[in-house]
Nanobody, 125 residues
Framework: QVQLVESGGGSVEAGGSLRLSCAVSGYSYTYSIAWFRQPEGKEREGVANVYTSTGHTEYTDSVKGRFTISRDGAKNTVYLQMNRLKPEDTGPYYC???????????????????WGQGTQVTVSS
């Protein structure tokens, strides 16, 4: 069983920055870790993903150039650095763990077996 605990959410003005953390425990290997968010009134969407063996990262188009996903293997923690935040970035953010590659898309939430409880990000204009 993998446990994921997010932290670092908060309220900021547009243009500000936040860094989210996802502490991973309970299993020594994961295939990838992703961040998802769910804007109000919308479906949950993939924001960024990192493959834990290679370090390769992927992003949804709306955050490219503003967000950076990274991992610290020694701390078993994955980060999401969010810069130049916009009001449309508002919502709960979740980290999720995928345990193996079955050929699916990283932004498909069905690829992830374990989820954290979420941390709220609010960006005011």
């Amino acid at each position: 069983q993998v446990q994921l605990v997010e932290s670092g959410g908060g309220s900021v003005e547009a243009g500000g920055s936040l860094r989210l953390s996802c502490a991973v425990s309970g299993y020594s290997y994961t295939y990838s870790i992703a961040w998802f968010r769910q804007p109000e009134g919308k479906e949950r969407e993939g924001v960024a993903n990192v493959y834990t063996s290679t370090g390769h990262t992927e992003y949804t188009d709306s955050v490219k150039g503003r967000f950076t996903i990274s991992r610290d293997g020694a701390k078993n923690t994955v980060y999401l650095q969010m810069n130049r935040l916009k009001p449309e970035d508002t919502g709960p953010y979740y980290c999720a763990a995928s345990m193996y590659d079955d050929g699916g898309s990283w932004f498909d939430e069905n690829e992830y077996s374990f989820w954290g409880q979420g941390t709220q990000v609010t960006v005011s204009s």
